[in-house]
Structures are given as C-alpha cells and as structure tokens.
C-alpha cells in the first residue's frame, strides 16, 4: 500500500467540505474518485497533496504517519499532481516546463527520461513552443509527463479528460494504463467520465456532501451500483 487516510476532514474558513474520509490507494493500482460536481473530490486532491492542509484526520505514506506537510514537502515524498485546468506555464518552453518538475529531484537526476517522449511523442516535436501555444490536448500531455519527471510514489489527476478531444483521452488512458502495469506508483484519478473512469479503476470511492457514500473495489461493486451512486 502507498497512501492511507484515516478520518481526513477539511475546511475553507468555517465551512467543512470534506468528513472523515477513509480511503487507500494501492501501488499498481487505479483508484478512482467520483461523485457529482461540488462533493470535495478536488478538496479531497489538495489535503493528499498538501496544497490545502487537512483539518484533521491521518495520512500514511508508504506505512509512515505524516503530520499534515506543505505542498512542496509532499512532492518531495513521492507525491505528484497534474491539476484540473492542467497549470502548465504559458511563456516557459515545452522543455521548460518539462524541467520545473526537477525541483523535487536530486541534482543526479536532472534528466528527461526517454520513455516521456516515447509516451507523448508531440512533446518532443514541440520542445520549444511556449507552453500557452499548445492545444488543450497537449497541455494536457505536458501536465501529465511533468508529473512523471518528478519520479512519483503517488500521482493524483484531477480531470485530465476535461476539455480534450477523443483522441487524446484514449492515449492518455493508455499512459494511465501503462503506469498502473509499471506496479512502482499508487495512481489516484478524479474522473466525471464515467466509461473512461470505470474502465481504467480497479477500486472507487464515491463522495457525496463530502464523505465516503460508496467504496469498494470494481470487482465488489460492479458497473450498475457504480454508475447509479454517481448519477444525479
């Protein structure tokens, strides 16, 4: 197992968005998180993350307990994320941006692996674009192989179909698929498509109002009782 919580709430000022959630995310693993818009699957994101602190609640990290750490402190315990709205760098290069995820890296490893452009070939043709002149789609590409740079334990996506066209989508689930076979990462997806979601997880948590109202594994639950928790 890679990640753990226990209990994890969260707030925005006063307002409680997130109660007791307990969840795992495995290594070789697709766990997926779903539930309406406005549930706290982001939220949810960010406490993992350390971009939001968690009010409360455990996290585990490779069987350690962490206090809640700041984003950057958790990037550089394994943990990476590839954000709704994909935030890559519009004025940096494509190679520019590739490189910001060494940040987390010992000086050693400050190298592009050949499997990034192996995986999304259009980074290498377009290395020196400006990251605000690619498509959606290949934002999106980048966001993801700058994640990858980091060498992540965990890798949280946050809607990476949003806005991409088809093509797009079915090579980025067969990244998805290729980094679950690799069995070296727990891969946390927050997902609305539903085809696409259930055909990559291997278990789910289905928010609701914030908390955990469904949990198990694609086996245990099956098509039908995940599709009808996370209709409206």
Known sequence: MMLKTQGLTL????????????MEARAGE??????????GKTSLLKALAGSHPRSGGRLWLDGEEL???PAQAM????VAVVPQG?????LLTVTENLETGFSVLPRGGHRIPAEIYDLFPVLKDMAQRRGG???????????????????????????????????IIQQIGRVIDYLRGRGDMAI???EQYFDFAYGL??????????AVDLAGTKAELGREAVRASVSV
């Open 201 to 210: 997880a291997d278990r789910f948590y289905v928010l609701k109002r914030g």
């Open 75 to 78: 990037a550089r315990r394994g």
């Open 67 to 69: 206090a809640p750490l």
């Open 133 to 167: 002149d690619l498509s959606g789609g290949q934002q999106q590409q980048l966001a993801i192989a700058r994640a990858m740079i980091m060498r992540p334990r965990v890798l949280l996506l946050d809607e990476p179909t949003e806005g991409i066209q088809p093509n």
């Open 188 to 190: 946390v997806l927050v």
């Open 30 to 39: 697709v766990t997926c998180v779903m539930g309406t818009n406005g549930v």
């Open 86 to 90: 994909r935030m890559i760098f519009p």
């Open 11 to 22: 707030h925005y000022g006063s307002s409680q968005i997130l109660y007791g959630i307990d």
